[in-house]
Every structure is written in structure tokens, then in C-alpha cells.
């Protein structure tokens, strides 16, 4: 079965500062990867997305992230955060046509 | 495009009583149908999955008879939680796919039961 670790609960970075949140996946075959956000009260939304190609995905909202196969990783960077920024990030498995599977998330704070 | 809607945002009934929450794909339409429930602090745990026109098919440990999931149209599934009590006072997201492995979710539903 599917699993998605995120190991951080809680991240905090000064506005300005570089990003990267942290997610392992453990999948049998070819896996669909993604990265949500979420703030209080709210639904989710999408910030990107792997399927295949290119290990280096860009999102919106200026984050990035990569698909490392060997590490069973799928990190979330950003280079500079925003204080609009701070929010639950999750990242989720799929396999083709299966269900979504999250990680825990982990809240980014972000201070000025 | 991909939008998808909740309604209501929130609701909140007393124990004992029923609730529906409608979830619609306003601009696709979507072969599948999926409805999450999220705990305070919690991730999304996947409830149950619901093709338009046929039984939804529910996750290990969710009770069928407690959440009907109905999914008349290929635009609009209902979540109805019947005899409701306050241990399933919650945030409820639903959400949609219209092909390939993207879902599109809604802004969620917060029940509370008093």
C-alpha cells in the first residue's frame, strides 16, 4: 500500500528566507506525486504535480519541486517565502486511476 | 476551469439529526467523485469514492448506513450524515476528477454537532 511521510509537523523561516519541505513516498510502481496547500478553514490547492518527464516540476506561487527516484523523495522548495506563504502544505500519492493518499502535512510559519 | 463547489461552508445541527452536503464540478464534468474528512490538525482521510450512477465504495472502518453518498449526475455528489453526533463534527472536503489522476477539491464543509 501507498504511504507519504512528511517528517516535519512545523516549519518556521523568516520572510525572504529559502524553503524546502520535506516528503517520502512509498509506492510499488510509477507514482503520481503532488503538493497541496492549505490554509485555515479552507479547501486545497494545487501547487504542482508529477506524472513523468522532467524530475524538476514548477508550480504556482513560484515553488518548485523535484522527483528523486533513488530517495523516494518529492521535496518542495521555494527560494524566497512570502508571509502570504504561510499555510499547511501535503503531499500526496497516486497510483494510475487509484485513490489520493496524504501525508500529515506540515504547517509553515512564516516571520518577519 | 476545474472548479468545484461545496455547500453548505458550514452547518451546524443538533444531535440526532441528519445533514447533506451537496458537492458539485461546476465547469466539468467529473467521472468520479471523492469525499475526505479532516480532523483538527489532521490530514484528509479518504471516507468513501463514488462513481456517478452506481454504489460508492467506502473506506475500511466508515460506516455506509451513517454517510450516504449519493452521486445522481457526473456534476453533483451528496454526502448525508445521518443521526449525527458530535464525534462527527469535522471538516469535510470533497473532491473531483474528471479524467487522468488530478482531483479538484472543493473549499470543504465544517459540521458541527452540538
Known amino acids: 500500500a501507498q504511504s507519504v511521510t512528511q517528517p516535519d509537523i512545523h516549519i518556521t523561516v523568516s520572510e525572504g528566507a529559502s524553503l524546502e519541505l520535506r516528503c517520502n513516498y512509498s509506492?510499488?510502481?510509477?507514482?503520481?506525486l503532488f503538493w497541496y496547500v492549505q490554509s485555515p478553514g479552507q479547501g486545497l490547492q494545487l501547487l504542482l504535480k508529477?506524472?513523468?518527464?522532467?524530475?524538476l516540476v514548477q508550480g504556482i506561487k513560484g515553488f518548485e519541486a523535484e522527483f528523486k527516484r533513488s530517495q523516494s523523495s518529492f521535496n518542495l522548495r521555494k527560494p524566497s517565502v512570502h508571509w502570504s506563504d504561510a499555510a499547511e502544505y501535503f503531499c500526496?500519492?497516486?497510483?494510475?486511476?487509484?485513490?489520493?493518499?496524504f501525508g500529515a502535512g506540515t504547517i509553515l510559519r512564516v516571520k518577519s | 476551469g476545474a472548479v468545484v463547489s461545496q455547500h453548505p461552508s458550514r452547518v451546524i445541527c443538533k444531535s440526532g439529526t441528519s445533514v447533506k452536503i451537496e458537492c458539485r464540478s461546476l465547469d466539468f464534468q467529473a467521472t468520479t467523485m471523492f469525499w475526505y474528512r479532516q480532523f483538527p490538525k489532521q490530514s484528509l482521510m479518504l471516507m468513501a469514492t463514488?462513481?456517478?450512477?452506481?454504489?460508492?465504495?467506502?473506506e475500511q472502518g466508515v460506516e455506509k448506513d451513517k454517510f450516504l453518498i449519493n452521486h445522481a449526475s457526473l456534476t453533483l455528489s451528496t454526502l448525508t450524515v445521518t443521526s449525527a453526533h458530535p464525534e462527527d463534527s469535522s471538516f469535510y472536503i470533497c473532491s473531483a476528477r474528471r479524467s487522468g489522476n488530478e482531483q479538484y477539491f472543493g473549499p470543504g464543509t465544517r459540521l458541527t454537532v452540538t
Open positions: 509506492y510499488g510502481a510509477t507514482p503520481y
Open positions: 500526496a500519492v497516486t497510483g494510475n486511476g487509484n485513490k489520493l493518499v
Open positions: 463514488s462513481n456517478e450512477g452506481s454504489k460508492a465504495t467506502y
Open positions: 508529477y506524472f513523468s518527464g522532467d524530475t
